[in-house]
């Protein structure tokens, strides 16, 4: 899998604060997308093992809190 861009803190898309991947490789091809970038399945970057600890430490930082998240048991 590839991708654009995690964002942290986003309000846009869904109830309350949500950590967002965006994925490379959409098929909806939709007339006015703002995006045509992200179309491309082989674009954007590899998601490996890396990005994947940092978006569940930031959904755990969400639900637990900035500072209770130390280190892992
Ligand atoms: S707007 Fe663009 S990125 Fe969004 S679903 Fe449509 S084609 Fe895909």
Redesign the pocket.
Known sequence: MRYHNITKDDMLNGDGLRVVLWVAG?S???RE?Q?PI??DPNGGLPFTEKEENEIFSEKLKKIFGKHKILRPI
Do not use: V
Request: with cysteine.
């Open positions: 959409c909806h091809g939709c997308c995006n992200t179309w």
